[in-house]
């Protein structure tokens, strides 16, 4: 992913162009610490615009050229913010789209050795009732 910001409301108006492929476990601790947002849903809520995830990306962005904004004072510009998939990305995206589904039909996976229905035996016979049967 491909993170551009013309002018950082952070950093005087300086412009930022990071390119952001995963985050570390420290950054992940982070953000589930601020947002509470794993890393499955930082996806999602990135994608959504959830302010409280974007702010955990600046902080983790800005962190990596070792630049600390108190948690409380991130702020961005949306109309100078650009996000978009680098071009690997959008490799994959185009290449799952050329082969929806994949049509790879695996086939059914039977083992051969399936236990047959185990048939009754003599210690499946009821025990006699007054066997051990204690008097009250
Ligand atoms: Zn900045």
């Known amino acids: 992913m491909i993170v551009k910001i013309a002018r950082c409301r952070n950093c005087n108006g300086a412009?930022?162009?990071?390119?952001?492929?995963?985050?570390?476990l420290l950054e992940l601790r982070r953000?589930?610490?601020?947002?509470g947002l794993s890393a499955v849903t930082m996806g999602d809520a990135i994608?959504?615009?959830d302010p409280d995830a974007m702010a955990a990306l600046l902080d983790l962005l800005h962190r990596r050229q070792n630049i600390v904004?108190?948690?409380d004072e991130i702020d961005l510009d949306f109309d100078a913010l650009d996000m978009r998939p680098d071009a690997?990305?959008?490799?994959?995206?185009?290449?799952?789209?050329s082969n929806p589904g994949g049509k790879h039909a695996a086939p059914p996976t039977t083992p051969s050795?399936?236990?047959?229905e185990a048939g009754s035996t003599p210690?499946?016979?009821p025990m006699p009732s007054d066997f051990g049967a204690t008097s009250a």
Do not use: C, M, R, Y
């Open 47 to 49: 994608d959504e615009g």
């Open 69 to 71: 904004i108190p948690w």
């Open 88 to 97: 690997e990305d959008q490799e994959v995206a185009a290449q799952a789209e």
């Open 15 to 24: 412009q930022h162009n990071w390119i952001f492929d995963q985050p570390t």
């Open 31 to 35: 953000i589930k610490k601020l947002t």
């Open 123 to 125: 210690w499946s016979a």
């Open 113 to 116: 050795g399936a236990p047959t």
